[in-house]
């Protein structure tokens, strides 16, 4: 039995999980106010030896727990992280002190992809890609069975320039993927767009644009409005650009689609960015194309894939 622990902005989800990736008991905590590496730890420690307990195991025999962390880490310490203020963190010398159980570490993006690959979209092929559309672009790969972890900085997809001189991203590059195809850049067209339409359905989508999200245009798209059918176009082919630059590099056997903005029904999202997929990629002239699917497993992707680590390093 494993536990897997996936470490959010504003919350942890810890899950245990068995050899087959079956999600056996999971707890939720809110993250709360950072008071400091060691209460963080004892934080981690309670929750695992909670949802063991909730699950029938013996915390003391867990063959080890995994956790997905939203920054860089290299065995078993967090180097560095986003939201939450930590910098070399030795996690699993701390977590000794709590629970004497080793602890593998991973980014949060890796440890969903892993979580597919095993039990999700990507289940039955050796090269798998996730990318996840949320506030940024995230981005794990499976090669030949195994997760491509790099030196714990790989898989920052959304920093691939599509647009030279383009918008300005915060990693402080111009025309980044992320600024264009993530939620974020989703809302900046729609925004845009907006003022160039005032009789756009996307303001009375919008509370007269109080309420803009990644759902505003395809929602007016729906309903027919010009301004909004531009806007979802712009953004599909502005995905599409960096989808296949990420296939003729890896050439995933299946590359899947997560977070909140591919929920999106097929016929807008999905259809049309395979369209352009097989259109432009470069193995159409082999014939070898990349399926193109949704993730699976929605939010437990994280945990399980936590949980499932070792069998894909
Ligand atoms: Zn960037």
Redesign the pocket.
Known sequence: MFVGIDVGGTNLKAGLVDEQGHLLASRKSPLGVFQGPEKFVNTLAELTMQVARDGGADPEKLEYVGMGIPGAVADGTIVYTCNIPMENVPIGQLFAHYLNVPVLLENDANCAAVGEYFCGAGRGTRDFAVITLGTGIGGGFILNGKLYAGGGMVGEV??MVICQGGVL???G?RG?W??YASATGLIRMTREAMEKSPDSLLWSGSHGGETVSGRTAFLAAEQGDAAAQGVCEEYVQDLATGVINLINILQPEVLAIGGGISNESDAALLYPLRELVERECFARHGGRLTRIVKTELGNDAGIIGAALLRQAI
């Open positions: 959304g920093h991203c915060n990693c590059r980044c992320e600024t």
